[in-house]
Every structure is written in C-alpha cells, then in structure tokens.
C-alpha cells in the first residue's frame, strides 16, 4: 500500500514514475486560460490569509461546501476568514474520491510544505502556520506563480477592458508573461435589448466611437482587437451553451442589428443568425492575425435564479448540458474553412459523451498547414478531473495525435491552481507508462520522454506564438 500522495503519487510503475520525473516535473508552465485577476499580478497582491488565497472566487470548493450542508454565510458570507476555513476543513473529509480533495492537498504540500490532512483537527494549526508564511517575501501573487515554476499566464478579458494591468506588467519587463485573451462573450447576449445595448455602448466608449449599425460594431470590435493585440493578446475565448452554425445573409445581420440597437426585441431566428455572424466575424478576425480561438462549449448557467439574484454569475450553480453540438459546430467551422479563414482552434466540451465527438471533429479541418491546427481542449470543468482527463486523452489519442496536444490549463481563479498542471502530467505520464509496461508502445524512453515533454510545455510554447 502506497503512502498517500506520495513522490509516486498516481503514478503505477516504474516507468510511469521516469516519464513524470524526468521528463514532465521540470517543464515551465504555460497556463493559456484561467481567470486570474490581472490587478492582482500587476499589484504583485499579499495575502492576509489562507482563505483569501484559498477559498475566495472558487466556486468548485464553494459547490462542495454547499452539497456539504454549509450556509451561504460561511461560504460567500460575512462570517469571518477563520470561520469560512474552518467550514471548509470540516468540508474537506467528505469530499473523498472527488478531486478537490487532491487538489487541496496538493495546495498545502506545494506551497507550504504541509502534509498534515485538512479535518477539523488541523484546521487551527494549518490556518495559523499558512497565514504566517503568506506573511513572508515570495508568497505574494508572483511568488505564488515562481514558486510553480509558471511562464504565461492568459488571463480572460472583455474586449472593453483597459488592460491597465497587462500593460503595466509588460513595462516592467519581468519574466513573467501575463497576457490578456479576447472575450467578447457580452456581444452575443441578445436575450435583453437593454442590458445588450448597454454594452455595446460601452463598447463605443472603449473604441471612441459612435455604434449605430452593424458596419460601425465591426469596426468597435476590430479596433478593440487591434489594441488587444498589441498588448500581446494572441487568443480569443468563447463561452458558448451551443455552438451557433445558422446560415445569414448580410441583409439579414443588418436589419437584426438595427432592429435591437433600437431596443426591439427580435426573433429567436435572428439572435441565433446574429450570434452565428458575430461568431464567424471574430474568428476572421482571429485568422487575421493568426490568434488561437477557444471554443467552451455546453454548460447551463445560474440553474438557480434565486442564488444568481443573491450572488451573481460564476458561484457555483452551473451544470452539465445536453444539447447536441456536432451539426452546428461543423457548420460554423465550415463557414470559416470554405474562405481559407479558419484560425487556430480550441474545442472543448463539458459533456463526456461528446469526447469522440470533438475528437473527430478536429480531424475534418485540418489542412496540413498548422500541426494540430484544430486541438481537442483538455478536460474542462466538471471533467477536469482523473478520470475526465483520463477519457478526453485516449479519445485524443486513439482518434487524433496525443503528440500534438497543447495540454492543461487551470481555467482557475485561485493562484494556488497550479499543481493541477502536475495532477494532469501525472495522469499522462502513467497513461504511457502502463502502456509501455503492457508491451503497446516500445520502451523508448527517449522518444515518450520527448512527447512527453512536448504535451506539457513544447506544443504550447511552438502553437500559441506568445515568444514572437
């Protein structure tokens, strides 16, 4: 019986224990998605203590304490830090078997050196021992970051964004790259003129003029791109529930757009050739300046309109959907393929079912031109976890070239994410071990060593162009 999480953690032979040590452990990071506040990097932020770092805006832990039987006021509340990390601790034992209960103890032993296991036994001892080391020179933000040996961080920003943070960061020249990404997410939700129109005028503000029509939200849209990109921005995020693969004509966006810049309502037909439009325009954009596109697709968000009233998007009261996204994914990826304009692409999915979905998908458009042009996105969200990473790879694998793969990203709002990247090159490293030791793949070390390395570092650093 091994020792929990020990150095072989994961791990299942010996060569799985080579491939990670050797070859997956001292690759930098290179986390191309999270949700890092960037002020909090420019302002190199020092925790007060664990909690802050620890439990503020992940809506995964705050999820667990919830189906715990937690109150709001210990989780989201006005209870004190020490209150709501002694709720989490008494939390943490019960989430055995679902993966925070690896990543939190991955968190402690990283950053802090403690093996101790959370409960309400060492809650005191581990609050008090943790906030006195964030005390301490290089456990600010950036600290937090060196200490996992993190090279990019991509954070994810609305076209409207000043990028203040990102441009500071920039001219003080350190090594750390912090690079916005293009979410324009906000343009496609058509669902409310007002609150649609709002933003768009925010938009104008952003890109100094005036929005009346559709010609002139193109314009907006490419100048705030243009600015994005000289920041450094190289990629574009989109949360999509569905993917949007209606067939429009120009006329029809035109008069759709004119119609709710009024403030009108329109037609479900319309949102969904407007979003579909929309949707094509900013992957032209991106093709244009050879950006990367991610596509995240499939959640159903604030489920309870009560707690979204309370709290807001982003707190944990998203799920799994179940809409059908082949046809009309193939479709989109069409109309920009047919013109020779189909960027760098990302496809990730939050129903497991559609693994093989994606997985082919990726094959149909690629032209050659780009190794892995179109990537399967690692396990995102609800299957960000073993055994979701685990399927998302063998689909990949026996689908597609696991080689080729760009590999993890936090998608995080906590600076202590970060050992996710090793849970992650642990679970890929015994993938190849075990096939190694069941005599399906030669025992080369060096040739699965070199993919190995490849899938946690290389394949980003060549594919993304963040070092042009």
Request: aromatic share 12%; hydrophobic share 40%; glycine share 6%.
């Amino acid at each position: 019986m091994k020792e929990f999480m020990c150095k072989d953690f994961v791990l299942e032979n010996e060569t799985a224990s080579i491939l990670y040590h050797k070859y997956a452990e001292p690759q930098p990071i290179i986390d191309y998605h999270n949700h890092l506040p960037p002020e909090d990097i420019a302002n190199d932020r020092v925790y007060k203590t664990i909690t802050e770092v620890a439990l503020s805006g992940d809506h995964y832990k705050w999820r667990a304490m919830r189906i715990n039987g937690i109150q709001e006021k210990y989780i989201t509340g006005d209870a004190t830090d020490k209150e709501k990390w002694d709720a989490w601790a008494a939390t943490m034992p019960k989430t055995l078997r679902n993966p925070l209960f690896h990543w939190q103890h991955l968190e402690l032993q990283r950053y802090f050196g403690i093996k101790e296991i959370l409960s309400p036994k060492t809650a005191d001892e581990i609050y008090e021992k943790c906030n006195a080391m964030l005390a301490q020179s290089g456990f600010s933000a950036r600290g937090l970051l060196r200490a996992q040996n993190v090279e990019v961080v991509c954070t994810t920003d609305d076209p409207i964004d000043s990028l203040e943070h990102h441009i500071s960061v920039k001219e003080e020249g350190i090594a750390l790259k912090m690079l916005p990404t293009f979410r324009p997410d906000k343009a496609l939700a058509l669902d409310n003129p007002t609150q649609w129109n709002e933003y768009i005028d925010k938009l104008a503000d952003a890109a100094k003029m005036n929005i009346e029509n559709y010609s002139d939200f193109k314009a907006a849209v490419k100048d705030r791109h243009d600015f994005f990109h000289e920041v450094g921005c190289r990629l574009s995020d989109h949360g999509l529930p569905e993917p949007y693969g209606a067939d429009f004509s120009e006329t029809e966006i035109v008069q759709a757009f004119e119609k709710i810049r009024a403030g009108k309502e329109i037609l479900e037909s319309e949102k969904l050739k407007m979003r579909t439009a929309f949707m094509v325009y900013f992957g032209q954009l991106n093709a244009a300046k050879d950006w990367t596109m991610q596509l995240h697709m499939g959640p159903i968000r604030n489920n309870s309109t009560r707690m979204f009233n309370q709290l807001g998007p982003d707190a944990g009261f998203d799920s799994i959907g179940d809409r059908p996204i082949a046809e009309a994914l193939s479709r989109f990826l069409n109309k920009l393929d047919i013109t020779a304009e189909l960027p760098r692409t990302i496809l990730y999915n939050i129903k497991p079912s559609d693994n093989e979905t994606l997985a082919t998908m990726c094959g149909n458009f690629s032209d050659g031109s780009i190794a892995g042009k179109i990537q399967f996105g690692s396990g995102w969200w609800f299957l960000d976890q073993k055994d979701g990473m685990k399927k998302q790879m063998e689909a990949l694998s026996q689908l597609g070239l696991i080689s080729r793969f760009v590999g993890m990203l936090t998608d995080s709002r906590s600076f202590l994410s970060f050992p996710r990247h090793e849970y992650f090159r642990r679970i890929l490293c015994n993938l190849f071990g075990q096939d190694i030791e069941n005599g399906e793949i030669p025992y080369d070390l060096e040739m699965v060593g070199a993919i190995i390395e490849d899938i946690c570092y290389n394949n980003a650093k060549e594919f993304f162009g963040f070092y042009k």
